[in-house]
């Protein structure tokens, strides 16, 4: 999981280059530094900017030549060539384009290295005014996709994907859009974890490398900043399929733009610990601007389970299903530490129904109304214990 989540903050700048590849001008006489003027206006209100060698322009097609992108807190990286193709002048000044590619990206930082293939972005449509207010005003897309991408870590390969893509639709009031993507042929090599110990034990439960796939959807309203992810699943071949939903508000594109300036003036510190505690500080005194309304977390197994519990169990000199009957005997003491009975009668119930036939366990927040993390985050350092009525915590087995 955390290679997977590394693999796309790394890869974060040459799939926003993918995504910032739109353009065009006047359907008589394009001109191709004035695309690209636009094209920065709409990339600067990320806090980023985009630089190149030449506009070259040939009737509705603009190349720019040997393009670098610059994103705050992060090292400027070589794009190569952006080849958009159908571009044609808006009536708002701004621009359209049928497809952008950008020539295969292989990029390096520190003791990691990302390859990427066959990027394009379809529909891609840059405001003549860019802004926060409607959707109008942001860089839109109707679809991208890349073929293989992988990743490198001190020359072990440790991540690939074969493939991936996205799709963007506008909601009907025009205030926000849809958004589907997936990723295919994921694979994860245990080659890459430096801790021995970790890796002899995922050797030991019979992954010797992970694969599966990933996909999501989600909707997002610009006007109140709420981010509904209905699913966002990671599935991997024979151990099992994490599922997770949310739903926040009051995460606004100013909010964006405020927590990246404050990753990058945490990034120009050259004092590691410094930064980060003041970027902690900034993120959470951000995070107050937020509402929970609710989340689920499911976990579906395909084997794992039993794998772990024969595991644990040879490591007792016991069967799988006599380490699942002592955990069922060990589990109300474990929890009790806890001091919420409510929660702990949950979890003890759910994992008994769980250990005796593995299917899913659920956990889910659902309070009656939208709770702000201002009163989460207090409640959370005085008494986390009223955390489970103020958000209806539930938990249980094979629904």
């Known amino acids: 999981m955390n290679l997977f989540l590394a693999f796309f903050r ?19 006489a394009l001109d191709g530094d004035a695309f690209a003027t636009k094209l920065n206006d709409s990339y600067s209100m990320k806090g980023a900017n985009l630089s190149y060698d030449s506009a070259d322009v040939s009737g509705s097609t603009v190349t ?64 003549g005014t860019p802004g926060t207010d409607t959707i109008d005003q942001i860089l839109f897309y109707d679809s991208f996709s890349t073929g293989a991408i992988a990743v490198s870590v001190d020359g072990k390969d440790v991540f690939s994907l074969a493939s991936a893509d996205g799709r963007l639709t506008r909601l009907a009031d025009d205030d926000g859009f849809e958004m589907s993507a997936s990723a295919g042929g994921i694979t994860i090599n245990t080659d890459g974890i430096e801790e021995a110990k970790a890796k002899k034990t995922l050797s ?27 699913d966002y699943s990671l599935i991997a071949d024979d151990v099992g399929r994490l599922n997770i939903s949310f739903d926040i508000s009051g995460y606004t594109m100013e909010l964006m733009k405020a927590m990246q300036t404050a990753g990058a003036k945490a990034a120009e510190n050259p004092d590691d610990k410094a930064a980060q505690q003041a970027q ?23 084997s794992l389970t039993s794998r772990l519990l024969d595991y644990t169990g040879k490591q007792q000199g016991i069967s799988g299903d006599q380490m699942a009957q002592a955990l069922k005997g060990m589990l109300p003491l474990m929890l009790g530490q806890l001091q919420i009975p409510a929660l702990q009668q949950q979890i003890t119930a759910a994992a008994n129904v769980y250990l005796d036939d593995p299917g899913s366990l659920t956990i889910t927040a659902s309070p009656s109304q939208a709770v702000p993390f201002a009163q989460i985050m207090g409640i959370g350092a005085t008494d986390p214990s009223q955390l489970v009525d103020l958000l209806d915590v539930k938990v249980t087995a094979n629904d």
């Not at 400027?76 to 958009?84: I, K």
């Not at 990933?214 to 610009?222: P, R």
């Open 10 to 28: 790394r890869a974060h700048l040459p799939i926003a280059a993918a995504l910032l590849a739109g353009t065009a001008i006047p359907a008589l």
């Open 64 to 127: 720019l030549r040997n393009a670098k992108l610059n994103s705050p807190g992060a090292p400027e990286m070589n794009a190569g060539d952006l080849v958009f193709e159908g571009v044609e002048e808006s009536d708002d000044g701004g621009y359209t384009v049928d497809r952008a590619r950008l020539d295969d990206i292989d990029y390096a930082a520190e003791n990691t290295r990302v390859t990427m293939k066959d990027i394009e972005v379809a529909g891609l449509v840059i405001p």
């Open 204 to 230: 030991d439960l019979g992954y010797d490398k992970l694969t599966g796939s990933a996909e999501m959807t989600m909707t997002y309203e610009l006007d109140t900043g709420r981010v509904n992810v209905e």
């Open 280 to 302: 902690g500080l900034m993120m959470l005194g951000l995070m107050q601007q937020l509402t929970f309304t609710g989340a689920e977390i499911s976990f579906e197994d395909a």
